[in-house]
């Protein structure tokens, strides 16, 4: 009777899956010393990372070499190599492509239209720059570069109420303001409460203010100053929206939050000027 031996490929599958499991530690290296300005020691980066020093040697001393970390005094840095990286990534992406996978997220969750939009400072507006059409029958829809007034729309005030403390006190100096539904007129008090509850809040709704029978949500992407250009919106039908409007606003929130934090050191590339 003849055996036969079956080789043992244990060694390759350790081999495999070593692998991804030093990329993914690449990875949060640059991410731990990201938030870092005064770097990390091979100490604290072993605690941070729970990892042995011995492995993570492996791994700081070629990226030392390459230059995508700096070594110097006993602390390791991002190096110019992981910044030009960083730089050319977001040169080769608009705003709104960064965003669009919260976007996506967005659509896929609320099951509504949604948008991407941004504040025009200049001409007191706020633009939709991308959208995502709810597949349902009945939706709410409306086209990529359309505007609406800053103080009337879901999106609009979301962003207006972020702004800095002198712009508002500008733009609230220019009241009243005529809504486009009829003869309906916003008064600067009635805004300025309104901006603070949003502020506060997080997210502005809007219900049959800018659209007779639709709702809005929306809340600020914030920009690593502090200050937003963009915000996401939620839009549908206002009886359907009535019926979730809790449940939606904790979506938006918490994709909005998410989107901030990832895309907050990303390069704007809208059609407004923000300046």
Known sequence: MIQRTEPDDSSSHKAVEAGPRSLVRVLNIFEKLAKMDEGLTLTELSVALDS????????????????YLVHLAGHYRLGPAILQLSMKVLAGHSYPSLARVFLQELADRSNESVY????????????????????????????????????VSAAGRALLAHQEPEWVASFLAAGPFQSPLGDVVIEAD?????????????????????????AGIAAPIIDSQGRPTHALLVAAPLGRMLKSL??????????????????????????????
């Open 52 to 67: 042995p020093k011995s492995s993570l040697l492996s791994l700081l001393r070629p990226l030392v070499a390459s230059e």
């Open 116 to 151: 991407l939009t941004a504040i025009d400072r200049e001409h007191r507006v706020v633009t939709y720059v991308d959208a995502i059409q709810s597949k349902q029958a009945v939706r709410y829809a409306v086209g990529v570069g359309a505007v609406r007034p800053l103080f």
């Open 190 to 214: 009635q805004l300025r409460a309104d901006l603070d509850r949003i502020e506060k809040e997080g997210c502005a709704v809007s219900l049959s203010q800018a659209v007779d029978g639709a």
């Open 246 to 275: 809790p449940q939606m606003r904790e979506l938006v929130l918490d994709v909005t939050a998410r989107a901030s934090q990832a895309l907050s050191n990303a390069r704007t590339h809208s059609p407004g000027k923000n300046a």
